[in-house]
């Protein structure tokens, strides 16, 4: 059995794509939670859901590369709904939390309604961007195979 990080894994190159995609998105995130301009409010905290959700769909599908893009977008969504509504409740571990940058990010401040369906259009991105990144490997596999 070859090892994870081997050229010769059969998941090599899915993950480094992955992970191309991931130091895309991270820098695009964070460029849009702390933008300072016109449409500030509306980027920094509702369309600043999208590329978190990519962001987690591809870092779910790196660590586990063998799980559907569908399924992962589906997890994601759910688990960032439900840490949506988890910012109703506010006990102090919570509140610590909250109060570092990481925590904000992560777990977020305010519960919103309006966040919901940025979350599903980041997780359909998401899942999007996995299936293209599949559908790029595969075609290049097949491409590869008829030469």
Same mark, same amino acid.
Not at 28 to 49: H, I, T, V
Not at 66 to 74: F, G, M
């Given at each position: ?17 992955? +992970? ?7 820098? +695009? ?119």
């Amino acid at each position: 059995m070859t090892s994870p990080f081997s050229r010769n894994h059969r998941f090599f190159n899915y993950r480094l794509a992955l +992970l191309a995609s991931i130091l895309f998105i991270v820098p +695009l995130g964070l460029a849009m939670k702390f933008y300072r301009g016109p449409g500030q409010e509306w980027l920094n905290n509702s369309f600043g859901g999208v590329p978190y959700e990519i962001f987690f769909v591809l870092l779910v599908v790196f660590i586990w590369p063998q799980l559907a893009a569908v399924r992962a977008a589906v997890a994601v969504c759910l688990v960032t709904c439900l840490l949506e509504c988890l910012q109703l409740w506010h006990p102090p571990f919570l509140q610590a939390i909250r109060a570092t940058l990481l925590g904000r990010l992560l777990l977020g401040n305010t519960f919103q309604w309006t966040d919901f369906p940025y979350y599903f259009i980041g997780s359909f991105l998401g899942w999007a961007w996995v299936r293209g990144i599949q559908h790029q490997l595969l075609s290049a596999k097949i491409n590869k195979d008829q030469s």
